[in-house]
C-alpha cells in the first residue's frame, strides 16, 4: 500500500463516519408523526428476492422516544467503535506494508489510539490486557491532547468526552496529519 492509499482510503473511513453521524441526527430529530409515512415507503428486499428486512420491530422503537434514544446511543457507539477501529487498522497495516510498523508502536498517538479501539470494541470499559500496556500505564499515563488513559481506569467506562464526535473528529484529524509528516 502506499501512502496516497492509505490517505484515499482514510477519507473514505471519515466520509463513512460523516454519514453515520448524519444519520444519528436525522433518526434523532425525526418527529413521531414522520415516522410512519418514511418507514411504510421503505422496502428492504435484497437482491435475489429471497430474503427481506423485516422492520417493523425498528418502527415500533423509532415510535417511542425513549427507545429511538437508546437505538440512536447504540448506534454512535457502532458508528464510533467503526471509526476508531477501522482508521487504526488502516494506519497499522500501511506502517506494517511499509516497514514502518516501530513508528505504531512508539507514537503517543497510536498507542492512545490502540488502546482506545481495544475498549470501545467490548463494552466502553477499559480492560488493560497487554503486560506491555499494564508496564507502560504503570509508568506514566497515555496522552493525547487533553486526554489521558491511566491504568486507574482499569474497569471504568470509557469518558463520553473521549468519544465524544468533536474529539473523535480531532483524533482522525491528529492521525491523518501523523500519517503525512510522521510517515515516508
Not at 468519544?163 to 484529524?173: G, K, M, Q, R, T
Request: charged share 25%; net charge neutral; hydrophobic share 40%.
Amino acid at each position: 500500500m502506499k501512502k496516497s492509499e492509505c490517505l484515499e482510503y482514510l477519507q473514505t473511513v471519515n466520509s463513512c463516519y460523516a454519514m453515520g453521524l448524519l444519520s444519528c441526527y436525522l433518526i434523532s430529530t425525526i418527529e413521531n408523526a414522520e415516522i410512519p409515512s418514511i418507514l411504510t415507503s421503505l422496502n428492504i428486499q435484497f437482491p435475489s428476492k429471497k430474503s427481506s428486512f423485516d422492520i417493523s420491530l425498528l418502527k415500533y422503537h423509532l415510535n417511542h422516544e425513549q427507545d429511538r434514544i437508546q437505538l440512536v446511543s447504540e448506534f454512535y457507539k457502532s458508528i464510533i467503535r467503526t471509526f476508531i477501529h477501522n482508521t487504526y487498522e488502516l494506519v497499522l497495516a500501511y506502517a506494517i506494508a511499509s516497514g514502518q510498523d516501530q513508528i505504531i508502536y512508539d507514537s503517543e498517538l497510536m498507542i492512545f489510539t490502540r488502546l482506545l479501539r481495544n475498549n470501545v470494541g467490548h463494552d466502553h470499559k477499559f480492560r488493560f490486557k497487554s503486560e506491555k500496556d499494564i508496564q507502560r500505564l504503570q509508568k506514566k499515563p497515555v496522552k493525547w491532547r487533553d486526554k489521558e488513559i491511566t491504568l486507574a481506569m482499569e474497569g471504568k467506562k470509557i469518558p463520553m468526552d473521549m468519544i465524544d464526535a468533536e474529539s473523535v473528529n480531532f483524533l482522525f484529524e491528529d492521525i491523518v496529519n501523523f500519517v503525512q509528516t510522521d510517515m515516508k
